[in-house]
């Protein structure tokens, strides 16, 4: 079993970037995919990244996701922020089939 | 576009069995792809519960896996959450989920238990 660690906040000015990490506890990174969701206010969560880095369609490419072995973390980058992507946002991942979520990261564009 | 629409009693007493069903339009559930549900305690972070693969597997989380059952039913698209032995602790938004590469999400439906 491991867990997936972010950050409880963050919050950038609009136009800037920010990252978002998602650190795993055990085993490695590369292990599995990692999954990113935006939960917007009163909302369900949409998927804005998966298998990692890929983007479904209709995600703007100011959203993109990598992994680093280094650091056994997953991040999301949000380029160019506007204010509709103040959101919360979730990694996941899996353990065999089962699925782990992050806590999840408040981002505040102010 | 797939479309996954939760549904069943907002307010379960104590110790009932919470029963929510998530009806599944534009994609056929026998076709493949795992089918799952995941929930959110008010003001906190989501909970994978368990899922459902189109065969049939079942995946429960380790914490719950006791008190769930997943089960699917292909003649109407749909498939089910029962949790059983309810608390207070089991109020939260239920989200019924279609996982393949991307995961689409329902709209979710708040389950309070309470009496």
Redesign the interface.
């Known amino acids: 079993n491991f867990m997936l660690t972010q950050p409880h906040s963050v919050s950038e000015s609009p136009g800037k970037t920010v990252t978002i990490s998602c650190t795993r506890s055990s085993g490695s990174i590369a292990s599995n995919y990692v999954?990113w969701?935006q939960q917007r206010p009163g909302s369900?969560?949409?998927?804005v990244i998966?298998?990692d880095n890929?983007r479904?369609s209709g995600v703007p490419d100011r959203f993109s996701g990598s992994i680093d072995s280094s650091s056994n973390s997953a991040s999301l980058t949000i380029s160019g922020l506007k204010t509709e992507d103040e959101a919360d946002y979730?990694c996941?991942s899996y353990d065999?089939?089962?699925?782990?979520?992050?806590?999840?990261t408040k981002l505040t564009v102010l | 576009q797939v479309q996954l629409q939760e549904s069943g009693p907002g307010l379960v007493k104590p110790s009932e069995t919470l029963s929510l069903t998530c009806a599944v339009s534009g994609y056929s559930i026998s076709s493949g792809y795992?089918w799952?549900w995941?929930r959110q305690p008010p003001g906190k972070?989501?909970?994978?519960i368990g899922?459902i693969y189109h065969s049939g597997s079942t995946?429960y989380?380790?914490s719950l896996k006791s008190r769930v059952t997943i089960s699917v039913d292909t003649s109407k698209n749909q498939f089910s959450l029962k949790l059983s032995s309810v608390t207070a602790a089991d109020t939260a938004v239920y989200?019924c989920a279609m996982s393949g590469?991307?995961?689409?999400?329902?709209?979710?439906t708040l389950v309070t238990v309470s009496s």
């Open positions: 999954q969701y369900s969560p949409t998927t998966y298998e890929q479904p979730y996941q065999s089939s089962n699925w782990v979520f992050g806590g999840g | 795992y799952g995941i972070g989501l909970e994978w899922s995946y989380n380790p989200y590469a991307i995961t689409y999400w329902g709209q979710g």
